[in-house]
């Protein structure tokens, strides 16, 4: 990276490759070998969407110096929240906290397109805040982040430690909001209140695993009731897919 090289003046060139992330250390090159690279132990960066291209067929453009086309997969999972109102407009979300997600793995990528990386994971122990400043609710989803959109995991299996209910805190949400007590014409008094949801899906794309899965993106639509939080996820390819969520 950031040299130059002249094509062989016989043979050909074969390539594969993934973009660097920070934490480069933790990532080996397993060759091309059964077009496959490896991740291994891969500690997740905020916001880096780790990608790979698969091993490309021989060249050498010599003559003609035309660049090689190689298209990038995704090896992670994209997930974006969205949050509104519904008979709360007005209420104030204080924080929003994905808890114990697996933020380190190993991930074997092959082919192409959704699903192309299988990863493995052991721990799932990392916390993730999603929002830490205060949104005000209103009757459209907005997204907590403000267009960021930048949370970007490890593919893993939800709920992966089969926790009971009364127990549960892998891949769930703890919600922090504020609601007024008494008119809110008037100066009413602010009740903080938190509640936890679970993120498991409910039909994913192939209809079998609850997975986060690589190259696809996730969009998790949270919609807060006076009485309950709902959970509605759906989800597709990268470009998209989307999860309903009502909080009451």
Known sequence: VGYAYPWPTNGTLRFAGYTKPANAESVTYSGVADDNITFQNYNQTDGYDLCWFKTTTEYNNRTTGDAIEVTLSHALAWLTFN???????GWKINSIVLNDIASV??????????????????????????????????????????????????????????????????????INYSFPVGDPDEDANWKSDTRTVNLDLTANYDGTENEWKSGVHYTYNLTFKATEILVAPSYGDWATASQDITVE
């Open 83 to 89: 949050i509104k109102g519904q008979g709360t407009e």
């Open 105 to 174: 793995g190993t991930g074997v990528c092959h082919g192409d397109g959704a699903d192309a990386a299988q990863w493995t994971c052991s721990e799932y122990n990392t916390d993730m805040t999603l929002l830490s400043s205060t949104l005000i609710l209103t009757a459209d989803f907005v997204d907590i982040e403000n267009g960021a959109k930048n949370f970007v995991v490890i593919p893993q299996t939800l709920n992966a430690g089969n926790q009971t209910e009364n127990a549960r805190t892998q891949h769930t949400l703890t």
